[in-house]
């Protein structure tokens, strides 16, 4: 099958994977993982993380990546040579971010500017098509309005790609919207930075104006239900972006995620749905507690969530031209999933005369919903074998 996709990924932040979980977002960043990232200036720890951390998502089946790294542009340049090194496709950017940080984790504004230009020539040289360079915001909360324009120039001038943080937590939109008198979407759209190249983590609580504007723009979101659980963002609808033209993909959001895998965000997002869907159906006892209602709610399917996982992810990082599928003139990105073993136990479906098709549709159902990284024997990229 077509490898996975993920679309939003912080490889700083595997280091403390499965950690933490216990506070809500902005206390999580201040708590645990503003003082993990800062361990970024020391490059020998980068170099040591970062080879684990390709190695493991290749491992998990992804054969692209949009990485987060640090403020920091050399241990984030050694996370973009790892992903060349081990054949992984990855869009890589080094974060930025001058204000509401603590004084050991931020930059200054001419720093952060002056980082990310030669972080993006500092890829270019490497002369690879299989890691490029994300102009990379954390999030509008810790940018300035004046870091964010630069940002969004740089990213014009080189028509590159372009990725942050959107309306993932009540708390964390009233302090945007504080800061900017704008909605969230505003902020980043006054700035030049919603393009067809964005991808957005979350958007777990835009508005409908907001869903306009990201039409209008063709930026997408990367739904990353794991995190949104750990970390009680709240529900994203993504059957509501999808409806109004939005591309999705699934992130792992790793670590307000707990998981590594593409494979487990697409049952976590099923998870969602089908929960999405409880809460739209529930009858409104008593004085109308639910506003939303919709009786004929659909829940994502598997075959919806495969999507999201590979060609969706691919449309959602504006590669789908190279990648997402078997199309012909595409790169062969892709997985050699094992099914006759675990979780199959040797059950050999081809004795029940079903049709080649369903036999193939029953194989990829047990592997999404009962098997695992156990199941993937070969990953491809670019026709290369980088896992065995
Ligand atoms: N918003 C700003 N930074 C982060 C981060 O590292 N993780 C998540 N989930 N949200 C963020
Ligand atoms: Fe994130």
Redesign the pocket.
């Known amino acids: 099958m077509p490898g996975f996709v993920d679309c939003?990924i912080?490889a700083p932040q595997v280091a403390q994977i499965g950690l933490g979980l216990d506070m809500p977002l902005l206390d999580w960043l201040n708590t645990y993982t503003f003082p993990l990232e800062a361990k970024y200036a020391d490059q020998k720890f980068a170099q040591k993380t970062y080879a684990k951390v390709v190695e493991n998502t290749i491992k998990a089946g992804t054969t692209l990546a949009s990485y987060?790294g640090t403020n920091h542009k050399e241990s984030t340049l050694i996370l973009a040579k790892e992903a060349l090194r081990q054949g992984q496709r990855a869009l890589i950017g080094k974060v930025c971010s001058n204000q509401n940080s603590p004084e050991f984790y931020v930059e200054t504004t001419d720093k952060s500017i002056a980082s990310t230009e030669e972080f993006v020539k500092d890829i270019q040289k490497l002369e690879t098509d299989l890691v490029k360079p994300t102009i990379t915001p954390r999030f509008a909360l810790s940018c300035t309005k004046e870091l964010m324009a630069k940002l969004g120039e740089i990213a014009h001038k080189n028509d590159l790609h372009i990725q942050s943080?959107i309306s993932e937590n009540l708390s964390e939109i009233d302090f945007v919207k504080s800061l900017y008198n704008t909605s969230y979407a505003e902020a980043y759209d006054n700035a030049g930075l919603l393009t067809p190249k964005t991808v957005m983590?979350h958007a777990v609580h835009l508005d409908d104006e907001e869903i306009t504007l990201f039409g209008k723009r063709g930026t997408s979101v990367a739904h990353?239900p794991a995190?949104n659980n750990m970390l009680s963002s709240g529900l994203c609808d993504v059957l509501r972006l999808i409806k109004n033209g939005i591309k999705v993909g699934l992130g792992t959001?790793v670590s307000?995620g707990n998981s590594m895998s593409i494979q487990d965000a697409i049952l976590r997002a099923l998870d969602v749905s089908h929960h999405l869907e409880f809460v739209k159906k529930q009858e409104i006892k008593g004085s109308g507690r639910l506003e939303v209602q919709d009786q004929a709610y659909q829940p994502l399917n598997y075959k919806q969530a495969i999507f999201l996982a590979t060609l969706g992810g691919a449309e959602a990082l504006a590669l789908s031209n190279i990648t997402g599928n078997f199309a012909i003139g595409k790169y062969f990105d892709a997985l050699i999933v094992d099914t006759s073993n675990y979780p199959l136990h040797n059950y050999n479906a081809s004795n029940d005369n079903k049709s080649p098709d369903l036999i193939l549709l029953e194989m990829i159902q047990k592997f999404i919903y009962v098997g695992d990284d156990r199941n993937i024997l070969r990953v491809f990229v670019a026709g290369n074998q980088i896992k065995n």
């Open positions: 939003h912080h987060f943080h983590a990353c995190s959001d307000g």
